[in-house]
C-alpha cells in the first residue's frame, strides 16, 4: 500500500507510535472518517451560528419594546436588520475573537482530511475493515486483525491501551495521589493541567529526557509556559465567559422546556470522572460503565430524599396534574380555547399549560419510586461497576457520594465558576510546580520492556496485587473490558 507504506522494514518505526496509536483509537471511536469530517463541520457551522445570531439578539432585536406588546404584532416590528453590523468595541472584540478560533478549526479540519484518509486506508486496505463495520464490531477485535496482519508480538491489547491513555494515566495519577486538590475540575481547568504539565513531559511522542533527567532548562521553559496559559486565561476569560453562557443558554434552554427533569437529573462531576476511572481505560468502556451506573445513582439517592418534601411534592403534583388534566379536557371540547381562553388577566390556558407541564416534569423527580432496598446494598451494586470508589461509601450514608454526584444543574454551575477561577487555579498550581512535576517524575519508570512508563500503569510480572488499590483496581477493569 503505497499511501501509507507500511511494509514490513519500517513497521517498528511507525505503526508502534503513540500518535499513530491514538489515531487509529480516535478513527475508531468515532466509526469512520466522515463522520471525523461532520464532527467538524458541526462544530464549525455551530461556531458561525452561535456568533452571527448572538449578534443579531445584540444589535437587531429591539429587546425594550418586546415588553409592552399588548396586541399581535409582526415579527418585523420588533427587528431591525439594518443595524447588524453597527459594531461597537465589545461586539467587534467578541467577533473578531471568535473568527480566529472558527479559523482554527478550519485549520484542523483541513489537517484532518489529510491525515485521517491515510488511517482509512490503512483499515479499509491493510485490516479489511469497512468505516460501517466499526459501529458493530469492539476494539479488541480492530486490534487482532492488526495484530494478525503484522504477526507482531509486540502488538498486545495492553501495550496498546497504555500508549493511546498514556497521558490520562498521568492526569489519573494527580487526582489519586491528591497531588492536585480541588473540588472541582472545570473543563478550562482540565486542559491547562495537560497542556502546562503533561504534555510538557513528552517530546516527538515519547518522554523527554530533559524531564526524565531533571534538568534545569525543562524547569525554565515549564516556567515559562505557564505563565504564558495564565496570561492567555486571563486575556480570554471575557470572551470564555459570554460563551459558556450563550452555549449553555441555547443548549440547556431547549432540554429545560422540552424536558425540564434532565437538569434535575443525577451525574458524577467532571471530577469524580477523573477520580474513578481507571488505568488504561480507553474512553468509550468507561463512558459505558458510567452510563450503567447513572440509574443505581439515581436510585442510591433517592433513598434520602427529605420525605416531607415527598409528601408536599406528592399533593402538590396531584392538584397540578389535575388542573392539567382538565386544560387537555377543555382542549378537546374547543381547540380554539387554548389561546381564547385567560386564565388571568393576559396569560392565556395555553401558556399555563406549558407551565404547569413543566412543574409536573420537576416535581416527578422529588417523588421516591419506593425501591425496597438498603442503601449498603445500593452501594454495593455501584461498586461493582465503579470499583475504585472507596469501601467507606458501604455505610448506611455517606456524604463523600452526595460531593462526586450531583444535580446537572448543579454541575453546570460549578463548571461556570471553576472556569472563571481557573486562571487563578494554574496560578497556585505555578507556585507548587516544582513540586509536581518532581511526583511525575517519581512514578515515572523505565521497563525493559515498555520503556518509560507511569508506574501506577504498568501491569507486569512484577505487579503486586496490593500493591497500589487504584492499580488493582485498574487491572481488574482491564481483564473485565479484554477477556
Not at 265 to 294: G, I, P
Not at 384 to 410: A, C
Not at 412 to 420: A, C, H, L, S, V
Request: proline share 1%.
Amino acid at each position: 500500500m503505497e499511501s501509507f507504506n507500511l511494509s514490513l522494514e519500517n513497521l517498528q518505526k511507525e505503526y508502534l507510535k503513540k500518535q499513530f496509536l491514538k489515531n487509529l483509537y480516535i478513527y475508531y471511536l468515532n466509526k469512520g472518517y466522515y463522520n471525523i469530517i461532520y464532527t467538524h463541520l458541526n462544530i464549525i457551522f455551530s461556531g458561525l451560528f452561535l456568533i452571527f445570531y448572538t449578534i443579531f439578539l445584540y444589535n437587531c432585536v429591539k429587546w425594550n419594546e418586546i415588553a409592552y406588546i399588548k396586541t399581535p404584532t409582526n415579527l418585523n416590528d420588533i427587528v431591525d436588520l439594518s443595524n447588524f453590523f453597527s459594531f461597537n468595541f465589545s461586539i467587534s472584540i467578541f467577533f473578531i475573537t471568535f473568527v480566529v478560533i472558527l479559523i482554527f478549526r478550519v485549520v484542523n479540519l483541513i489537517n484532518d482530511i489529510s491525515l485521517f484518509i491515510s488511517i482509512k486506508e490503512f483499515y479499509n486496505d491493510e485490516l479489511e475493515i469497512e468505516d460501517n463495520e466499526l459501529g458493530i464490531i469492539k476494539w479488541n477485535t480492530v486490534i487482532n486483525k492488526f495484530k494478525d496482519k503484522y504477526n507482531d508480538d509486540d502488538i498486545t491489547i495492553y501495550y496498546i491501551n497504555n500508549k493511546i491513555t498514556s497521558i490520562d494515566n498521568y492526569f489519573i495519577s494527580l487526582i489519586d495521589k491528591n497531588i492536585i486538590k480541588t473540588k472541582n475540575i472545570s473543563k478550562l481547568f482540565e486542559w491547562n493541567i495537560k497542556y502546562c504539565f503533561i504534555n510538557s513531559l513528552y517530546s516527538k511522542n515519547k518522554l523527554d529526557t530533559k524531564f526524565i533527567h531533571k534538568t534545569d532548562d525543562f524547569y525554565k521553559e515549564i516556567e515559562k509556559k505557564i505563565l504564558s496559559v495564565i496570561v492567555v486565561n486571563f486575556l480570554f476569560m471575557p470572551f470564555i465567559i459570554n460563551y459558556m453562557m450563550l452555549y449553555n443558554i441555547f443548549n440547556y434552554g431547549e432540554k429545560l422546556y422540552t424536558n425540564p427533569a434532565y437538569l434535575f437529573n443525577r451525574s458524577w462531576t467532571r471530577l469524580a470522572k477523573w477520580k474513578f476511572r481507571n488505568y488504561n481505560e480507553l474512553d468509550h468502556e468507561f463512558n459505558e460503565r458510567l452510563v450503567k451506573s447513572d440509574r443505581i445513582c439515581n436510585e442510591y439517592s433517592n433513598l434520602f430524599n427529605n420525605k416531607i418534601l415527598e409528601t408536599i411534592s406528592s399533593f402538590l403534583l396531584f392538584i397540578l396534574s389535575s388542573i392539567f388534566v382538565t386544560f387537555i379536557l377543555f382542549s378537546v371540547i374547543n381547540e380554539k380555547l387554548l389561546i381564547n381562553l385567560y386564565v388571568i388577566e393576559n396569560k392565556q390556558m395555553f401558556w399555563f399549560m406549558g407551565i404547569i407541564g413543566s412543574f409536573i416534569a420537576i416535581l416527578r423527580t422529588t417523588v421516591n419510586k419506593n425501591i425496597d432496598c438498603y442503601p449498603n446494598e445500593k452501594m454495593k451494586e455501584l461498586k461493582q461497576n465503579i470499583n475504585s470508589i472507596p469501601d467507606t461509601w458501604l455505610e448506611v450514608k455517606n456524604s463523600e457520594f452526595f460531593k462526586y454526584n450531583k444535580n446537572k444543574l448543579i454541575i453546570i454551575g460549578y463548571d461556570f465558576f471553576y472556569t472563571i477561577n481557573a486562571p487563578f487555579d494554574l496560578f497556585y498550581l505555578y507556585l507548587d510546580r516544582n513540586r509536581i512535576f518532581d511526583f511525575l517524575n517519581n512514578i515515572t519508570t523505565n521497563s525493559a520492556e515498555y520503556g518509560h512508563i507511569n508506574k501506577y500503569s504498568l501491569f507486569d510480572n512484577n505487579f503486586i496485587i496490593n500493591d497500589d488499590k487504584k492499580k488493582s483496581d485498574s487491572l481488574e477493569t482491564f481483564r473485565n473490558n479484554n477477556t
